[in-house]
């Protein structure tokens, strides 16, 4: 028996799970309702864009009106937008701005997709700038562009650190602009621990944007030309992208009698039903549970909406479906190095009270003997069971490789020591023979074994200040560059000849470049008898965190 089904809203999980419901079934009616002009576009694509590194507009239409009517006999409406929903007597209402017309739709099975809208927070002067913009669609796009275009505009300031700022940070800067950014944390990129995050902060200063960190805007003035932040610096501005992040666009949900849940998204059970049976919600407006501890979460990103825009149309064709919680792997370009993660960050973890150990690893994304290897720096995080809880990557070279099977593994529940098992691609080009994934492995099985204690680069400042025993176990021109305050220089290769100069009646604290030497040099000293405690990712993760930001209020 045929059905006819409503979908509000295009893009990712609106258009996936039109074209899957036509996939399944040709006797079905399929009306998709898109209030802006554009049923599908590549949402990711738009910073790009600005930056001209995609120069084609229609490169970033991913399926158009007409081609959508015709491979998949669907009913697209555009300009249409749905205002409110009546689920006891299975219909919309919408409103066709193309035509200046209200009708009403019926519907045997409702499909919700509104997705997310940007965050414009009430800041005094800002509804009088005329040059203050969101970036969320292809006409919020077309907006910058023109102004960019028939304007003087020498000065770009991006407000918030995430994703789409980061991006919008450097399609700005790579147009020739001066660029500022203004962040109200105290780091960039939400998803990374501080310490990886410090990585991008060098980045984008040595791209030469100005970084304004802790310090958000307070308010606008001179009609959009001059902001005025927390800490009363001023800054002067010819256009300004608000960035500061996205909400569930849940509205039209809530004011039809459908349950919300955490950030006002939509409640939805395992088969995306809301509390009304025949009503579906999927995308960025839905709520979802966390693969780590199947808590409540909202996560607005691309890869799960497609994913549920295919599965609700396995639902309403009585598929089994099985939809597990969601991880939160995700990637971003900052210059040169990208940025990626999946799982919870450390500071999750301690806001949950989950138990974690952490490691850090600095490596060569492949052989360093093959020429332009580039640093890749990973961090791990594990219970104490080897379940793997997380993992960040920054580097120019493999980031998106090595988080990518650190997401599968963890999908698959492989534990942290099993990442030592993983046979990978090697060749010198590409990656080495013992894969950075694998010494992760390792370094965490040692770990749980109890083969070495670690100290977290954090307490380093206070192991000095409590005048800890730290040796730094490198060579003498690699301490002079740079060293731990008033670490003991004794190099790995003189340990055992040196012992008599290490105290047996307090603890001892070991460091290296980047953590293998000052393992082997924690072995040598326990299998001698001393308590000893290698400091995790050695002077290189504990050097990056302690970079000094030139704006960090």
């Given amino acids: 028996m045929s059905k006819k089904i409503l979908i509000i809203g295009g893009v990712a999980g609106g258009a996936t799970a039109a074209t899957r419901l036509r996939r399944l079934s040709e006797d079905d009616e399929i009306v998709i309702f898109e209030k802006g002009e554009y049923i599908s576009f590549a949402n990711c694509g738009l910073p790009y864009y600005v930056g001209n590194k995609i120069t084609d507009r229609d490169n970033l239409l991913v399926q158009t009106i007409p081609g959508m009517k015709d491979r998949f006999n669907l009913d697209v409406r555009n300009f249409s937008e749905v205002t409110s929903i009546d689920p006891k007597n299975n219909q919309v209402t919408v409103f066709d701005s193309k035509n200046n017309r209200e009708y009403q739709e019926s519907f045997d099975d409702l499909i919700i997709s509104t997705g997310a809208k940007v965050i414009v927070p009430n800041i005094p002067g800002l509804k009088y700038a005329k040059n203050v913009f969101t970036?969320?669609?292809?006409?919020?796009?077309?907006?910058?562009?023109?102004?960019?275009?028939?304007?003087?505009?020498?000065?770009?300031?991006?407000?918030?650190?995430?994703?789409?700022?980061?991006?919008?940070?450097?399609?700005?800067?790579?147009?020739?602009?001066?660029?500022?950014?203004?962040?109200?944390?105290?780091?960039?990129?939400?998803?990374?621990?501080?310490?990886?995050?410090?990585?991008?902060?060098?980045?984008?200063?040595?791209?030469?944007?100005?970084?304004?960190?802790?310090?958000?805007?307070?308010?606008?003035?001179?009609?959009?030309?001059?902001?005025?932040?927390?800490?009363?610096?001023?800054?002067?501005?010819?256009?300004?992208i608000l960035s500061i992040g996205v909400t569930p666009a849940s509205k039209l949900a809530q004011d039809s009698g459908i349950s919300l849940g955490i950030k006002n998204s939509i409640k939805v059970n395992q088969r995306f039903q809301t509390n009304f049976s025949n009503i579906y919600a999927i995308g960025d407006v839905i709520q979802t549970k966390n693969f780590i501890d199947n808590s409540d979460t909202n996560v607005p990103l691309a890869s799960p909406a497609n994913r549920q825009g295919r599965l609700v149309a396995d639902v309403i064709n009585d598929l089994d479906v099985d939809y597990g919680p969601v991880q939160a792997t995700s990637i971003a370009k900052v210059f040169g190095p990208a940025a990626a993660s999946t799982g919870m960050n450390e500071r999750t973890l301690k806001e949950k009270n989950i138990p974690y150990r952490a490691i850090h690893i600095h490596t060569a994304a492949h052989a360093t003997y093959y020429p332009d290897a580039q640093p890749l720096n990973l961090k791990l995080l594990f219970s104490d069971q080897g379940k793997i809880l997380g993992?960040?990557?920054?580097?120019?070279?493999?980031?998106?490789?090595?988080?990518?099977?650190?997401?599968?593994?963890?999908?698959?529940?492989?534990?942290?020591?099993?990442?030592?098992?993983?046979?990978?691609?090697?060749?010198?080009?590409?990656?080495?023979?013992?894969?950075?994934?694998?010494?992760?492995?390792?370094?965490?099985?040692?770990?749980?074994?109890?083969?070495?204690?670690?100290?977290?680069?954090?307490?380093?400042?206070?192991?000095?200040?409590?005048?800890?025993?730290?040796v730094d176990v490198r060579d003498d021109d690699e301490y002079a560059a740079g060293h731990v305050e008033n670490s003991h220089l004794i190099p790995l290769n003189q340990i055992r000849d040196r012992l008599s100069e290490f105290p047996k009646d307090q603890p001892i604290y070991t460091y290296c470049k980047v953590g293998l030497r000052g393992y082997t040099a924690s072995r040598i000293l326990k299998n001698n008898g001393y308590d000893v405690t290698n400091i995790d990712g050695g002077f290189t993760t504990y050097y990056i965190a302690k970079y000094e930001p030139r704006h960090n209020a």
């Fill in 391 to 470: 993992a960040q990557a920054v580097g120019n070279q493999g980031a998106d490789k090595r988080i990518d099977v650190i997401s599968t593994a963890m999908k698959l529940n492989a534990t942290a020591p099993q990442l030592a098992e993983l046979e990978l691609t090697y060749a010198p080009p590409f990656g080495v023979a013992k894969d950075p994934i694998n010494v992760l492995g390792y370094v965490a099985q040692n770990v749980l074994d109890g083969e070495v204690k670690t100290a977290d680069w954090s307490k380093v400042d206070q192991l000095v200040a409590d005048k800890a025993f730290i």
């Fill in 135 to 240: 970036l969320r669609n292809m006409a919020n796009m077309d907006d910058i562009m023109s102004y960019l275009d028939n304007h003087s505009v020498k000065t770009a300031t991006v407000i918030g650190g995430g994703f789409v700022g980061l991006e919008m940070m450097e399609n700005l800067q790579r147009r020739g602009l001066k660029t500022q950014l203004v962040e109200q944390s105290n780091q960039v990129m939400p998803n990374l621990d501080f310490e990886m995050a410090q990585q991008l902060h060098q980045e984008i200063e040595k791209n030469g944007v100005e970084l304004y960190l802790n310090n958000g805007l307070k308010e606008v003035t001179a009609d959009g030309q001059k902001l005025v932040l927390h800490n009363g610096t001023e800054l002067s501005s010819d256009i300004t």
